[in-house]
């Protein structure tokens, strides 16, 4: 599977960005979609997943109540909707899958800037 993360950009604090991940390749396995972030000088970190069907969302706490992850499988898609954005907010974004569903993130796309002016 090969992902593209695209959608980032430059947003006051309080505002709104919604990111997408397109794939393609073996999109026909049911995987996991995951979206991550990497501050600069801080590990990467989970923000939020879904499972194949769409079911099964989690998030990190920090983003849980403003931030929205939803696919359309049809269209090989997966969005973030990043809402009441905060400067901590500030990170390169990622997504990933995860093609058996074990919690393995093999597949990573090439990650797009978010930030956050106060």
């Known amino acids: 599977v090969q992902l593209q993360a695209f959608g980032g950009g430059l947003v006051q604090a309080g505002g709104s960005l919604r990111l997408s991940c397109a794939a393609s390749?073996?999109?026909?396995?049911?995987?996991?979609v995951g979206w991550f972030r990497q501050a600069p000088g801080k590990e990467r970190e989970f923000v939020a997943r879904?499972?194949?069907?769409?079911?099964?969302?989690y998030y990190a706490d920090s983003v849980k109540g403003r931030f929205t992850i939803s696919r359309d499988n049809a269209k090989n898609t997966v969005h973030l909707q990043m809402n009441n954005l905060k400067p901590e907010d500030t990170a390169v974004y990622y997504c990933?899958?995860?093609?058996?569903?074990?919690?393995?993130?093999?597949?990573w796309g090439q990650g797009t800037q978010v930030t956050v002016s106060s």
């Open positions: 990933a899958a995860d093609p058996n569903s074990s919690g393995d993130f093999d597949y």
């Open positions: 390749g073996r999109t026909y396995t049911p995987y996991t």
């Open positions: 879904i499972s194949w069907s769409g079911a099964s969302t």
